[in-house]
């Protein structure tokens, strides 16, 4: 590890509606695969529908399959919506809670005003990136978010170094 870099580190999150939202969407964003299958598959569904209707096949099973082409993905969408929200207002503990990330060389500490835990980095699987949100994952369902434009260059520069570290590390296996 670089010598020059002050031990630990920290950052704050604020823990806001519209930090989830922005945190939900980032994850999202970086299932590119997942996305375009839905794409395609919503393309194919409109496709073979208006096909249907043009081959004058079954008028009502064409629209009904139109319909669900048309609506199936803002639906999709909402139902994401509404389900960030609800978790959002069911985790009491953290609704507009500051979390508290700390690092260090081995591991890292996240406090919340009701609890404190440590993890190990061998513990993060995968990393995501955007322009606000670096995405630490321990899991393919949950992650620890730490927001960029709060962090210092130093621990933005520590923070890659860890991501290249976990990177090396998955690309062994």
């Known amino acids: 590890m670089d010598s020059n870099i002050n031990m630990p580190l920290e950052t704050d999150v604020e823990c806001t509606y519209e930090t989830i939202k922005e945190v939900s969407r ?48 803002p639906i999709f969408f909402l139902i994401r919506s509404s389900l960030i929200k609800k ?14 990330y700390t690092f260090y060389d081995e591991n890292f500490e996240i406090s919340t005003p009701s609890t404190l835990s440590k993890m190990n980095y061998e513990a993060i699987y995968s990393t995501i990136e955007d322009d606000k949100y670096i995405l630490l994952l321990p899991s393919s369902k949950q ?27 998955n690309s062994k296996r």
Do not use: P
């Open 26 to 73: 980032t994850h999202l964003k970086s299932d590119k695969k997942r996305m375009m299958q839905l794409y395609r598959l919503d393309a194919l569904i409109i496709f073979f529908s208006l096909l249907l209707l043009m081959i004058g096949g079954d008028k009502k099973f064409a629209i009904t399959f139109l319909i669900i082409g048309v609506i199936w993905l």
């Open 87 to 100: 978790s959002y207002k069911t985790n009491i503990a953290l609704q507009d809670a500051t979390i508290h």
């Open 143 to 169: 992650y620890f978010a730490i927001d960029k434009r709060n962090c210092s260059e130093e621990l933005i520069n520590f923070l890659h170094q860890k991501m290249e570290e976990i990177k090396a590390r």
